[in-house]
């Protein structure tokens, strides 16, 4: 019975067990060996973790920022992703040299590993929008600007990433979590310890391959790092929350398209236009959604498909001819402190026309004017 085992699992402090895969990571010499755990995960750890889940192949691996248990099996490599990973593959082999030029496949170990380089690219991408490094997150509280609670964005733990393979063990370890068995993916808060989860099942046709599996896991994470970010006390602002998902996901992939469900999130299985053509279409037509009618706005779900693209048009702009001004507001949008020194999300709109003023000298409808202008001037 192991789904009822891994409930079991997830929801007591820790129990005695073994790993399946005691063979461990080929490709690891000792010294990396406990990159793959054991480690802490969810409310107990990974070798409880996989224990209580047999008919799954769990394998976890450490990185700087993240811990990430995969029940993933190996990933086949035909001509098209050889070229599109060349330079993947290059970076891999100067870690692992044993790998060959042109490898037929990357075995489940070998993917984990790439998965935890290309979401630690990520990391660093999203440090940089918010123009910030490690340094400034310490354990350390009282001095300084308020920057949250822990080294990891302001949370304490590191960002958890869990990946299955069938939809079951992803019910459990949603409704462990949460009370509710979610069908898709699904990003959390946890508050004890704090840290940010993201529970993916990979399952549908596409996210069973990396190429789209990847954008989906980035846009996923963008959220979740930027609630992280000066730590989860209240949801930042959905328009540029879901902007910079979408801006972040197209870095990976121009198609990819993650589509928020009305509980957790999902990716659409088709692939969209090219979202800068339908900008410029956007940004003609008088009847067009304006940032000021976006900030209105209070769930991911209740956004148009014309308004998601507004919100990605508005993050591209911003990022590309704003980015110190960007970054000044996003601390701003997550660091409010009341006045006795708490986090609060009281008044984001007007939060945010403070921030806007103070940043750019601008209202909501100057800023909305000034991104019409950039995407008139022919801006992709
Ligand atoms: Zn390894
Ligand atoms: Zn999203």
Known sequence: MPTVLLAAALLSAAAPAQARNDEGCPWCGREAAADHGPMPLLASDSAAFAAADPGSDWRFLETEHFRIASALGPSRLGAGDLERLGPDLERLRQRFPELPKRPRRLDPWLRLHW?????????????????????DFSERRGDGPFMGDGRYLGERE???????????????????????????????????PHKMVLSVPAVDSDLRRDRWLLPHLVHNLSHNLLAAYKHFSYDPPVWIDEGLAHAMEREIEPESWTREGEEGTYRERGRSRPWAEEARRLARRPDRPTLAALMRRHTIG???????VLCWSLARFLIEE?????????????????????????DLPGLQRRLMREIWDWSPNDLDAAWQAWVAGGAD
């Open 302 to 308: 209740e956004l148009s498909p014309d308004e998601h």
């Open 322 to 346: 704003q980015p110190a001004g960007l970054a000044a507001f996003l601390g701003g949008v997550k660091g409010q402190l009341d006045e006795r020194g708490y986090p609060s999300g009281k």
């Open 115 to 135: 998965y935890g380089m290309r979401l630690e690219d990520f990391y660093r991408r999203f440090q940089d929008l918010l123009a910030v490094t490690d340094a």
């Open 158 to 192: 590191k960002f958890e990433v869990i990946l299955h393979e069938d939809r079951g063990s992803h019910f459990l370890v949603t409704e462990a979590a949460t009370g509710v068995r979610v069908t898709d993916s699904m990003r959390w808060h946890s508050r004890a």
